[in-house]
RNA sequence: CGGGGCGUAGCGCAGCCUGGUAGCGCGUCUGCUUUGGGAGCAGAAAGUCGAAGGUUCGAAUCCUUUCGCCCCGACCA
């Protein structure tokens, strides 16, 4: 692509109130733009950033059995008040329909997946099936804050598993967390990202969370010492019992020696038990005729939340560091000066043979001066960029810097660092 | 939902206290000069001053109401 073609403006000033680094490196980069408190468009090089991270979720899920599809973000009053969220749950968005009929927008989906899913698996041989989906989600949160990090409107992949018997849907609950701990690696954050004991709720001794460590988060979580990166939420922190099973040789008072770190919770899943699958009288048929409620599970993971949490977290004084994985392009060719015929050919050759060779490369052809290329390719933080000017023109090379270390090298024209 | 701050050109801001019909930077457009870390000069276009009501000869400015944005708190399958 073209830098003079992309729908893109930079920009080198923003509002001084917003202090959430996620919002300010993408809005001033051209990612992303506020519609109101909490509401994002996503712009063509914010919009590849998701879509690269949705892809590398939906290629987790799959292989971990999961099958994609799409449910209705508009919901009927009646599936709400089947599980006492109508008015259980503050953040449910509510309008009115054709014929004054009461709705929902889609905060979850267990209301609609539930009563779905009764409708396929109605025999102990249609089990067990895990189904997930990525849309958008409305949720009228009191306060909309941080960017990416907390909006009434935003991408969410949910994942839903029937099982019949505890021991499958312990199983499958594990085989996630697998799932889970390789999206996150590949989205660059694999080294600061916890796994977090939370409370279960009903069904369950516990639920977890996956908790990026930052400075900039919203949650304290404290660090199990010895068991890699896993930690304890403060949920839990003050039940002993819950601790003992969790910390080796644990005594009381050991959880106030543990270290703590403030993070994003960037995952969390769940075990439903039956909570669902009663609500709506979801039965099957099993091996002996009789009829049993199966157990449930659920999966959530916020793409454009992680979007926003790489931004956060990888981010440097000069702008955005896009993990290779999920960089929008994986490099910036730099045209230093246009008006200069052997740079410009030699500029256009290198984009024509990086795109031959399958490469994405973000091409600047613009007039703009060579600091202000500078400038504002570090702030898009592309993952390479490669620079064509008048001299290296001339002696036939390109020099290619990596936006992640700074690192510098001189190559010819054709060869590539990567 | 409680508290605080702020709404003025596409973006970022000054002007408001002490009323007299609006200015700066960035960006945009034209021309010339520049060209390896957000270039210089000259010129130009662009604003119902968030909205409504009130006071006044006159309101961006004072008063009332209202909407929005940001922050703190509460909340957060």
Redesign the pocket.
Known sequence: MRLSQLFL????????????KN?QLLT?GGYVN??????YSYLPLGYRVLQKIERIICEEMDAMGGQELLLPALHPKENWLATGRWDG???LFKLKGAGDRDLALG??H?EVVTPLGMTVLQSYKDFPKAVYQIQTKF?N???????LL?GREFRMKDMYSFHTSQDDLDAFYERSIEAYVNVYRRCGLGDVTYLTYAS????SKY?HEFQTVTDSG??LIYIVPGKGRVAINKEIIDDPEALASILPNYQPGDEKKLETAKAI?VG?I???GT??SGAFDFEYTDKDGSRKVPVMG?Y?LGPSRLMGTVAEVLSDE??LVWPEEIAPYKVGLMC??P??EACKKAADEAYAALQKAGVEVLYDDS?????????????LGLPW?A???????AEGKI?W?KRAT?E?SVLLAGAWPF
């Open positions: 403006k930079t920009t080198r000033d923003i509002s001084k109130d917003e202090v959430s919002a001033k506020q519609l109101m408190a909490g509401v749950l503050d953040v905060a979850t267990e949720r949160e009191a306060r909309a804050k941080s960017g907390r279960g709720g009903t069904f639920s919203e949650d919770e969390n769940f075990k439903l909570k669902y659920c959530g000069h702008g230093l000066r008006g200069d007039e703009a001066s060579a600091g202000e290329k500078f400038a504002q390719m570090d702030l960029q620079v064509v000017g008048p001299k290296s023109a020099e810097k700074g510098k």
